[in-house]
């Protein structure tokens, strides 16, 4: 099993980045997947989630201004970031259902 997450990167605040993460090894086409984020010091947070026949859910935090989104032919996931702000920058993680985490993609927002 493998969940790779890449798109990280330093974005200046209200800038944009778009994180994949690319599954294998388990049907990713039933899980439900999201993605969760971890800035230092401070608590796990989730992001956001996406059903296997594309419900979505966010965290207050991100609501409209973050999307995720599903490509089950392609078993990749996508979380598009826009307005990008201080408080974002985190470790983002890739998740399948409770069972499956990516190694994480450092974003970092700074001017």
């Known amino acids: 099993v493998q969940l790779v997450e890449s798109g990280g990167g330093l974005v200046q605040p209200g800038g944009s980045l778009r994180l994949s993460c690319a599954a294998s090894?388990?049907?990713?086409?039933?899980?439900?997947m999201r993605w969760y984020r971890q800035a230092p010091g401070k608590e796990r947070e989730l992001v956001a989630g996406i059903s296997t026949g594309g419900r979505t859910n966010y965290g207050g935090s991100v609501k409209g201004r973050f999307t995720i989104s599903r490509d089950n032919a392609k078993n990749t996931v996508s979380l598009q970031m826009n307005s990008l702000k201080f408080e974002d920058t985190a470790v983002y993680y890739c998740?399948?259902?409770?069972?499956?985490w990516g190694q994480g993609t450092q974003v970092t927002v700074s001017s």
């Open positions: 090894g388990f049907t990713f086409s039933i899980y439900y």
């Open positions: 998740v399948a259902g409770g069972d499956y």
